[in-house]
């Protein structure tokens, strides 16, 4: 059973559309962060959201914590398709902000020329 | 200021055999964690060192271990191989152990034949 539930598993759009993926669980966090991965490449941390309904924007993404901080989302304006990758949401664990982070199973987003 | 450095990128194994993998965090980063991702499972937290000593282990067999050094280098070590141990191996480092600044390298590729 994953900790957090990332939908959906995958979207592939056209250039200049926008789109929403999610990222929900049962549990209540901390924080959660969002991160992008490239094919043969490690995440590279986007964001992190730290106070319920927070809302966090970098550039064309636009991230929101829940205010009951289960639940997050990442919008994304006039895709492009340098925006192309995996999508993972991220928490640490309970009560706990060191090291250890449980992942959800991430959204394959291709945006098409 | 280097990122996280993973070597070797690339590695093949045969059955039964081990492997080491390293990971030298950035400069002055003193928590290295480990994770494995595949398509099945995502990423998977492995275990966490902060200054030398292990502070936290994810639900792997004991064949997985690890170790920092005093520089604050690391190294996992899979012993017995297993065809379902190839996976991506990704190490994270963070100044003070934070979940939230963790910076990823760009992982080991492991197959296992």
């Known amino acids: 059973t994953q900790l957090l539930e990332q939908s959906p598993q995958f979207l592939s759009i056209q250039e200049g559309e926008n789109l929403t993926v999610y990222c929900n669980s049962s549990?209540?966090?901390?924080?959660l962060q969002w991160y992008r991965q490239e094919p043969g490449e490690g995440p590279v941390l986007l964001v992190t959201?730290?106070?319920?309904?927070e809302v966090k924007k970098l550039k064309r993404l636009t991230f929101q914590f829940g205010d009951a901080r289960k639940d997050s989302s990442l919008h994304i304006t006039a895709a492009q398709p340098g925006d192309t990758g995996l999508y993972l949401c991220?928490?640490?664990?309970?009560?706990?902000?060191?090291?250890?982070?449980?992942f959800g199973r991430g959204t394959q987003l291709t945006v098409w020329p | 200021k280097a990122g996280v450095t993973q070597t070797p990128r690339y590695l093949i194994k045969t059955r039964g055999q081990q492997v080491t993998l390293s990971c030298s965090p950035i400069?002055?980063?003193?928590?290295v964690s480990w994770y494995q991702q595949t398509p099945g499972q995502g990423l998977q937290f492995l275990f966490e060192?902060?200054?030398?000593?292990?502070?936290n282990k994810g639900n792997f067999p004991g064949r997985f271990s690890g170790r920092q050094f005093s520089n604050s280098r690391s190294e996992m070590n899979v012993s017995t191989l297993e065809l379902g141990d190839s996976a991506l191996y990704l190490c994270?480092?963070?100044?003070?152990?934070?979940?939230?600044?963790?910076?990823f390298g760009q992982g080991t590729r492991l197959t296992v034949v």
């Open positions: 959201v730290v106070t319920g309904g």
């Open positions: 400069s002055g980063h003193r928590s």
């Open positions: 991220a928490g640490p664990d309970r009560g706990s902000t060191l090291g250890r982070l449980y």
């Open positions: 060192y902060f200054s030398e000593t292990q502070r």
């Open positions: 549990s209540v966090f901390s924080s």
């Open positions: 994270a480092s963070s100044l003070r152990g934070e979940s939230t600044e963790a910076f």
